[in-house]
């Protein structure tokens, strides 16, 4: 039931002749109202005393809506995330279901699916690539999680739509996640292109009919290939043959919020129970996957060449220390630009903030523009003119001058994209430059018209944040600045390095992903530091070892295990308050239970940025060497939780396997 009780409920069949599967969907008396529940198991006995129990109202669903397997694993994932799982199935069921609504596929008109594409021709596949698929099709129809573990523009996509060949040929199906922002008309054109059956597509842009559709799609069995982000591992397969994971390290795969599932992790559990091959693709994986390809529990797939005739770029790093920078730029990195361009080249500039700059500052006092509702400065944006919080999205109209002094001299100090694009587009007036970030690309559409003006060839100079950092293929570009890799040198995140790395790696690899070289310049006031270096000489796999070895000394992950509880309130000390409370009780069950020197509780410390939004965090990090014994303690850390009176005004919540500190 769709119930914040960590618990199912029991009702009585009507009719000993009706039969029930668990997986379908039944109308039942819930307190004063009538609900839709899903039957998790069909039994003799009760807990209830039997004139308590209330019957069912209605059967939905004759087939079980969800199959066993599936239903095992939402339950398992419930139990993991330590989330109820009444509200884990009604966040996983398509709006549509979660009501009497029939299980049937409706279109409408403007719903009608693209002309069909003519297909692609298959390019023969390099001996590396040969030998991926090789392995992958001898898994079909069995358990094994692959690692594709291949350089930028090595062709693991064309690795995916071969293993899907096969697939198809044994008639199953194949799901694939991406992660959010590679979910773009060209990647589907890519699988639509290959291969002439249905496909259905699932993201959080679709209207709840849409999603209805791909859903029973999915589970009827009429949709050959599903494509979607995080949230659509969870969904009923009729005949299912692979799961992708495309760029498996990406942060999009864990939900932030709410039921906090890492769909990656979850991915490979399902494969497990369906006893299917999984594929973990990535240039730069994990080091919770890499730490599991070494030790053997996933098969270690290398496609160490680029594909084709492409080269893998040449490293730069541009020292910025005594330099004076214009705009942000360096004169050794507008040299770069300029002969690129002059080939008649593109070029792409990473710079990872929006906005035109991240201060505004006065110049007499020292005064900051900040956020009155966040610890946090207000970003400076000009089209239009305006400061913006980019953590409570909080909007301030420019201050004319300073609130402190009364001083006129306010300056904005730093750069981000906005600055970028109006910076290079005064020096090379002739050259388009192309700005994408979340602000340019708010309408839907924007991002598409973008990559297709880009994808069109003509010199051009991109900017941009993430968005266009990973998973796109610009043939074009053979240039790739990065404005200041410094942010990510000095993060306080435990994988803060792992994250700079993969990032550095992802950007490069939009450069010289066809015939020409690429070359990519590293604007750093630290070119001579030790991780950065190891990262542009020896590569991603000689840092990401220096990483696990780090890892392992401190017992963090993929070593150790984490969860953390985050509790935060409007009143400034109530959060400690109440995570003070709960490490009490989480230290008395360590010790009945006889933990003590298996489970570290840490805290209650502040979030990194204390108050947002308004409201006051605290975190309390709990850590273990057993996964086993940290689950145990948390499911009984739960139990006292839920009885804890935290007062309505602390929010609390327990994230497994955090991903950000
Ligand atoms: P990745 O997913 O590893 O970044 P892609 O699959 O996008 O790489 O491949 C990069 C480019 O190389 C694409 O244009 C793709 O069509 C091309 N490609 C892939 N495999 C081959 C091959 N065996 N021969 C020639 N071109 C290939
Ligand atoms: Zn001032
Ligand atoms: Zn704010």
């Known amino acids: 039931?769709?119930?914040?009780?960590?618990?199912?409920?029991?009702?009585?069949?009507?009719?000993?002749?009706i039969r029930v599967a668990p997986?379908?969907?039944?109308?039942?008396?819930?307190g004063r109202r009538e609900l839709t529940g899903v039957v998790v198991a069909v039994d003799h006995d009760s807990t209830v005393s039997p004139e308590k129990l209330k019957p069912l109202l209605a059967l939905l669903d004759e087939e079980p809506l969800i199959p066993p397997h599936l239903l095992s694993l939402w339950q398992w994932a419930a139990q993991y995330y330590q989330h109820p799982i009444g509200e884990v199935m009604h966040t996983l069921m398509p709006a549509g279901l979660r009501s009497k609504?029939?299980?049937?596929?409706?279109r409408r008109k403007s719903d009608t699916i693209l002309p069909p594409l003519t297909p692609d021709q298959p390019p023969e596949l390099n001996q590396e690539q040969r030998s991926a698929v090789a392995a992958i099709d001898a898994s079909q129809g069995k358990f094994t999680c692959f690692l594709l573990d291949g350089v930028t523009g090595s062709g693991k996509t064309e690795v995916y739509l071969q293993a899907i060949g096969r697939t198809l040929e044994l008639k199953r199906q194949a799901l694939v996640l991406v992660p959010e922002i590679s979910l773009t008309p060209q990647t589907l054109a890519r699988f639509r292109q290959r291969f002439d059956v249905p496909v259905a597509v699932m993201h959080s842009g679709l209207t709840?009919?849409?999603r209805l559709n791909a859903w029973l799609e999915a589970a009827q069995g009429s949709a050959d290939i599903i494509i979607g982000t995080r949230s659509a591992i969870f969904t009923p397969l009729a005949r299912p043959g692979l799961i992708i994971i495309d760029e498996e390290h990406d942060n999009s795969f864990k939900q932030q919020d709410g039921f906090r599932y890492s769909a990656r992790d979850l991915g490979v559990m399902r494969a497990r129970r369906e006893k299917r091959p999984i594929i973990l693709g990535s240039a730069t994986p994990s080091l919770e996957s890499l730490h599991n390809a070494r030790s053997g529990r996933y098969t270690h797939l290398h496609l160490t060449m680029r594909a084709g005739q492409a080269q893998m770029p040449r490293y730069i790093l541009v020292d910025t220390n005594n330099q004076r920078l214009a705009d942000g730029f360096s004169d050794a990195l507008l040299d770069g630009i300029r002969a690129h361009l002059q080939r008649g080249n593109q070029v792409l500039i990473f710079i990872n903030r929006r906005g035109f700059a991240p201060v505004l500052q006065c110049q007499d006092c020292g005064w900051t523009a900040e956020c009155r509702h966040c610890d946090a400065r207000m970003t400076l944006h000009r089209f239009p003119p305006h400061l913006r919080c980019h953590h409570c999205e909080r909007r301030d109209p420019v201050n004319q001058h300073c609130p402190d002094c009364q001083g006129k001299n306010l300056y904005a100090a730093g750069a981000g994209t906005e600055r970028c694009e109006a910076a290079l587009q005064q020096i090379f007036k002739e050259t388009p430059v192309i700005r994408v970030d979340r602000d340019a690309t708010r309408r839907k559409d924007?991002?598409?018209n973008l990559l297709t003006r880009i994808n069109q060839g003509d010199p051009c100079i991109l900017v941009g944040t993430q968005m266009l950092a990973k998973g796109h293929h610009f043939p074009g570009v053979t240039l790739v600045g990065v404005?200041?890799?410094?942010?990510?040198l000095f993060s306080a995140d435990f994988r803060g390095q792992e994250f700079m790395a993969q990032l550095l790696i992802q950007v490069a690899g939009r450069a010289g992903r066809a015939e020409q070289a690429g070359e990519v310049m590293i604007q750093t006031r630290h070119s001579t530091h030790q991780n950065l270096q190891t990262l542009v000489t020896q590569g991603y796999h000689a840092l990401a070892e220096q990483l696990l070895t780090e890892r392992q000394s401190v017992g963090m992950p993929?070593?150790?295990?984490?969860?953390?509880i985050r509790a935060e309130a409007i009143d400034a000390l109530a959060p400690a308050r109440f995570l003070d409370q709960i490490c009490q009780s989480a230290r008395q069950l360590i010790t009945s239970n006889g933990l003590q020197n298996t489970i570290e509780v840490n805290g209650p410390f502040p979030a990194p940025m204390e108050r947002r939004a308004n409201r006051f965090r605290q975190q309390l990090l709990l850590r273990?060497?057993?996964?086993?014994?940290?689950q145990h303690l948390l499911g009984e850390l739960c139990i006292s939780l839920d009885g804890q009176n935290s007062g309505r005004k602390v929010r609390w919540s327990i994230d497994v396997d955090p991903q950000d500190m």
Not at 483 to 488: R, T
């Open 446 to 448: 924007e991002l598409d």
């Open 101 to 106: 609504g029939n299980a049937t596929v409706k």
């Open 483 to 488: 404005l200041d890799a410094d942010s990510g």
């Open 624 to 630: 273990s060497n057993s996964r086993s014994a940290l």
């Open 208 to 210: 709840p009919r849409q």
């Open 558 to 564: 993929p070593f150790g295990h984490l969860a953390m």
């Open 23 to 30: 997986g379908a969907r039944v109308r039942v008396p819930f």
């Open 1 to 17: 039931m769709p119930s914040p009780l960590r618990q199912s409920f029991d009702y009585l069949l009507p009719d000993e002749g």
